[in-house]
């Protein structure tokens, strides 16, 4: 079972699970706007259903945090972001949990920092193995002030244990991953620790999970965590190709 956010390198994945996914109506735009100040950044517009198109055989789940303004030049284009869980379709999903782990859904704008978080959480079977694996993702909080640890990220990582919790047996595999936002020494660790979950990044010696599209400091953000019983063939940091600022984390288990 191969379980990788990376779809331009030839993986061929079962699940992928992937942040800060733009859905949009109303523009048959490719590209738009995100304003925020003097901030313009440009977002794939129809991303979701563009990686639908990709992945005919995959069940798309799309979880938005928000609906805000994108712009089509001077056209406001109202667009949904979030979360997005593919799995190939040979893997009955046979449980799942959606909710916020940092304030509740925004349909009026993005929000203020830190603006509202989810994650996504789901139980598959896996006909090879006979048995059943837990996998969940979140894109963690952002705080303008950076990424250490703060009453918010504390309730934030509570919150997901709690997510997990409703899915997850406690008996099988679980593998938990995302942009946390968080740096390698973060309580959210501890909280996550409570469930038996380890970290593959830092103690596999990846020092950095960022590509050259980012140039600040603080260059950890993506984790993978397992807990003991998942067979891990492969973990992997992708560095190339480049497709964000962000690197894809594959990870192949048996």
Known sequence: MHRSWNISQG?????????EIVRSSGSSADWLL???GDVELPQRAHLFDEICTLLPGYDGFFC??????LFDGERVVLSQFGLATFVRRSFPVIGQALGFVHGAFSHRGWGAHPRARNAHCIRLFDQ????????????????LNGKADSPARHAQAEALVSLIEEV???NERLIVCGD??????SATFRSLGRLG????VVSHGHSDTRTSHYSKDGRFADYMLVTEDVDVI???VVKQPEISDHRPLLLDLR
């Not at 993986?11 to 942040?19: F, G, H, I, P, T």
């Not at 006979?130 to 894109?139: C, D, E, P, Q, R």
């Not at 979950?197 to 593959?200: G, R």
């Open 168 to 170: 997850w047996p406690g």
């Open 234 to 236: 492969r973990f992997d």
């Open 34 to 36: 995100y304003r925020a």
């Open 180 to 185: 946390f936002n968080v740096l390698p020494d």
């Open 11 to 19: 993986v061929d994945a079962d699940v992928l699970c992937l942040q």
């Open 197 to 200: 979950l380890s970290d593959l």
């Open 64 to 69: 938005p945090t928000a609906c805000g303004e």
């Open 128 to 143: 090879k193995a006979g048995a059943a694996v837990t996998i969940a993702h979140m894109h963690g909080l952002r705080e």
